[in-house]
């Protein structure tokens, strides 16, 4: 399971030495919360500020787009290098042309997912999508306590995923990722998390933080992978 740490929640002041130290840590992508103040509370970077950090780091860029007119703001940052950007289902009115523009700039198309939303509403652009982002906080704000329903929702639909066909579709947690609660979540299938502030933290680096994670996500898959080569063994079969 990957690592993405929400830069929203790094020392602003200090970015690019935080971005500095995000890839030493060895983190896989830098998640970027872009909000437009309408869809959810708040404002926090346009595409110039995206640029300076394309600039500044070589990890992949994993834009979320939270905006209530996605097809117009995503233009601004499709062009900067990003890896990913992820839309809300919830916002557009035509999904499957949200993708099908993101994908058409050679960009990973993702959609998000509010709490309350349900799976069932991607049935149509499945084959756009690239990248489930299952929110298990209420998007807007930085601190949130995490939803554990969430969690088992986005268990479940990398299970579903998976069996429909669609095992290279990435599915993601963002929200209250913590060390406390990475093993549950890495034990539920899914592929990528999204932590800010557990990973910016000031009792910890954020080195530190990265490889405690990293700790109890591979201790956690080590245990998974022993039970499976257990149930295969010619002698536990039926």
């Known amino acids: 399971m990957q690592i993405s740490p929400s830069i929203m929640c790094a020392d602003l002041m200090n970015l690019g030495n935080d971005l500095i130290e995000v890839e030493k840590a060895g983190a896989d992508s830098v998640h970027i919360d872009i909000m437009d103040g309408h869809l959810v509370p708040g404002f926090t970077f346009g595409g110039d500020m995206v640029r300076r950090m394309r600039d500044a780091t070589s990890l992949p860029l994993d834009v979320h787009l939270m905006s209530d007119a996605p097809l117009t703001h995503m233009a601004e940052f499709l062009p900067l290098g990003i890896e990913t950007l992820s839309v809300h289902v919830e916002a557009s009115t035509d999904i499957v042309r949200c993708l099908s523009t993101i994908k058409a700039a050679g960009v990973r198309a993702g959609v998000a997912l509010n709490p309350g939303t349900p799976f069932g509403h991607l049935e149509e652009c499945l084959g756009l999508t690239d990248v489930v982002l299952i929110m298990a906080v209420c998007p807007g704000f930085i601190g949130q306590k995490q939803i554990a329903a969430c969690v088992a929702k986005a268990g479940s639909i990398a299970r579903e995923l998976k069996a429909r066909g669609y095992s290279r579709t990435e599915v993601v947690v963002d929200g209250g990722v913590k060390i406390e609660n990475v093993a549950r979540i890495a034990s539920d299938g899914v592929h990528r998390v999204v932590s800010g502030t557990g990973i910016f933290r000031k009792d910890m680096s954020i080195g530190a933080a990265v490889a405690e994670m990293r700790r109890q996500i591979g201790a956690t898959q ?17």
């Open 222 to 238: 080590d245990v998974q992978q022993h039970a499976g080569r257990r149930l295969n063994h010619p002698e536990n079969r039926a």
